[in-house]
């Protein structure tokens, strides 16, 4: 018999012995596992007295939730256990009653999708995720910081980038609402920057926040992408990152970023974003 139940510290154990058997050994559960089992909303279920699964639900903002990290223990697959998790953890975030419920998963992950998309899950969006290493600038200035949370937002909420979002802001394998609470965020921790090629987002990437760094929203001025490119590459460079990478919304033109010489990550080709339809 198998029963779901919240992770526990003593846990932690036998969450890492499953995670060791993700995509050739390597998982990034380890690297948010303290941190999750601090927070709150980590699931495991239980059978016979040994963790056979984990998931995880993530509270981005208030009422705001992100569905993710389900695993299922390597020798227990292919038993309905990861379906049965799954849609336990669907009727607690429910029971929540968020404003905004999604997750996201690879294309290739096929068995996954016929789940998510049995339990209700409707596409949102479709991303290109792409990569590159940071180099050294060439003579460019250095973009300056914006701080006001009103100009920030009104150049978010009216950007092409975020009407091909569909309102979301992507980063880390997270993918956020465009909200004014979550600009304010970015502002106040000096993430946003504006030069000539135009206004951007960078953070530190989740998995590896010391080397690589993600962008989270950009608005190129007319014809300069490349310009802007370059800008983002030099707040890298200056920030000591050695890799830049982007959720690229489908309806982008990806040809101006691989002239900038991003390239899509290796494994697969899409990003796929659900969304939980919610009565309001």
């Given at each position: 018999?198998v029963?779901f139940?919240?992770a526990?510290q ?10 060791s058997?993700?995509w ?7 690297l948010l ?11 495991v279920?239980?059978a016979?007295?040994r ?16 569905l993710?990290?389900l695993?299922v ?10 379906e ?5 953890q669907l ?9 905004s ?6 294309e ?6 016929k789940i ?14 792409l990569?590159?290493?940071?180099r050294k600038p060439e ?6 910081t914006?701080?006001?949370v009103r100009?920030v ?15 979301l ?21 000096g ?6 090629g135009?206004?951007?987002?960078l ?15 950009f ?17 890298a ?21 691989a002239e900038?010489?991003f390239?899509p990550?290796?494994g ?6 659900y ?5 309001t």
């Open positions: 018999m029963r139940r919240e526990h003593q846990d932690k154990e036998e969450i890492l012995r499953i995670a058997h993700t050739e050994g390597w998982d990034y559960v380890p596992l303290d941190n999750w089992l601090k927070e709150g909303g980590l699931f279920a239980e016979a007295g963790i056979v699964g984990m998931t995880k639900t993530t509270t981005l903002s208030s009422g705001e939730l992100w993710e990290g695993r223990g390597e020798e227990y697959r292919h038993q309905g256990i990861g049965r998790l799954a849609k336990f009727e607690e975030a429910l029971s929540r009653r968020p404003y419920l999604g997750l996201s998963t690879g290739i992950n096929r068995t996954s999708i998510i998309e049995r339990m209700g899950f409707r596409l949102l969006s479709t991303y290109a995720r990569l590159t290493k940071v003579g460019l200035p250095f973009p300056k914006l701080t006001s100009e937002w009104d150049l978010v909420k009216t950007s092409e980038f975020l009407r091909f979002s569909h309102g802001l992507p980063g880390n394998w997270v993918f956020y609402q465009a909200r004014e609470e979550k600009i304010r965020e970015f502002a106040s921790s993430r946003v920057w504006k030069g000539k135009g206004v951007f987002i953070q530190p990437h989740r998995y590896d926040p010391q080397n690589s760094s993600e962008i989270i929203f608005s190129p001025s007319k014809g300069k992408v490349l310009i802007l490119l370059e800008e983002i590459n030099l707040v460079f200056q920030g000591g990152f050695k890799e830049l990478s982007c959720f690229l919304p489908e309806s982008y033109k990806e040809e101006n970023f900038g010489g390239k990550e290796s697969f080709k899409y990003v796929l974003v969304e939980y339809p919610l009565r």
